[in-house]
């Protein structure tokens, strides 16, 4: 986390304590900063400051009875499981497309081949 964003939640945290912010301002601060956090679009977002201040709301909006659990690597390695089960079946359909194509293009030759006498081709003398 960066120190701007840091001071800026410890000073939301500072509030909680001293009991100088409702439970609805923190969590309409604590939203703010996330939401400042995640649209930035000249540099990369703070994944710590994320994860600190959407750890925050959970805790606050379950009044600290249900833990925060952080699934995101789960969901990735998820997605990163179906991705490559995708590309395994690409492969596949494109390696079987390929054979395909080679298949129909030698028994087109081989059938030309066969249809066609080069006899054809050759200038026939004029018939009188």
């Known amino acids: ?3 701007d964003a840091r001071s800026c939640v410890d ?3 500072n509030a909680i304590e001293y009991g100088h912010l ?5 969590e309409r601060k604590v939203q703010q900063l ?9 540099e990369k977002a703070d994944m710590g400051m994320v994860n ?4 925050l709301l959970w805790e606050l909006k379950t009044h600290g009875q249900i833990p925060y659990e952080d699934h995101s ?3 990735r390695a998820s997605v990163e499981k179906e991705y490559f089960a995708w590309m395994k079946r690409h492969r596949r ?7 395909g194509s080679v298949a129909a293009a ?3 030759a081989t059938g030309a081949g066969f249809s066609v006498h080069w006899k054809w081709f050759s200038p026939k003398p004029y018939a009188r």
Do not use: F, P
Request: aromatic share 0%; proline share 0%.
């Open 1 to 3: 986390m960066n120190g």
């Open 11 to 13: 000073q939301i945290l």
């Open 22 to 26: 409702s439970s609805a301002e923190t």
């Open 34 to 42: 996330l939401d400042k956090e995640i649209v930035k679009t000249t």
């Open 52 to 55: 600190a201040c959407q750890s």
């Open 73 to 75: 690597e789960q969901i």
């Open 93 to 99: 359909q494109q390696l079987a497309i390929r054979i």
């Open 106 to 108: 030698l028994l087109l």
